[in-house]
């Protein structure tokens, strides 16, 4: 689990940058935009002025949208790979008889917290999607323990 979570965390912190440049590409578009509402003269002189028009406004709000759902699909892939392999781990212990909880397991449940606690703006976003998708009955209590005790937090 420790190259693809690493492989997963490095594509959502490029991800999230992403998105962030973004947000303030478009911010400064629309914010010239209405600057140049205000300005007197033709609409070419404005676009000109500024070189911002409603389809760099357009554009830019296509790109947003995309890296929001990218960084969605990136959420619901590192959080399904945690469910996957604390589940698997779950199984062969109770299988074999031996404890789960294992310095490994602790380490795993762990750094499910931290994702969460780490990007709670962004995954508060998404918490019925998480909640309906991976999150459900279906999942061992002990997974699912982390994922109520963060939903708490917001209560």
Not at 73 to 102: A, P, W, Y
């Amino acid at each position: 689990m420790h190259i693809p979570y690493f492989n997963d965390v490095a594509r959502l912190c490029l991800t999230r940058s992403q998105l962030f440049q973004v947000q303030k590409e478009l911010a400064d578009a629309q914010q010239k935009t209405e600057k140049s509402g205000d300005k007197s003269g033709s609409e070419d002189e404005m676009q000109d002025i500024d070189g911002v028009d409603e389809e760099e406004i357009e554009r830019l709000q296509e790109r947003l949208e995309s890296a929001q759902s990218e960084q969605k699909k990136l959420f619901l892939v590192i959080f399904q790979r945690f469910i996957m392999v604390l589940t698997e781990h779950l199984g062969r212990c109770e299988t074999s008889g031996k404890d789960f909880n294992t310095a490994w397991y602790r380490y795993s449940i762990e750094r499910l917290q931290q994702i969460f606690l780490q990007h709670h703006s962004t995954v508060t976003k998404y918490l019925d999607t998480l909640e309906n998708l991976l999150f459900t009955s279906d999942t061992d209590a002990h997974i699912l323990q982390v994922f109520q005790q963060f939903c708490a937090l917001r209560a």
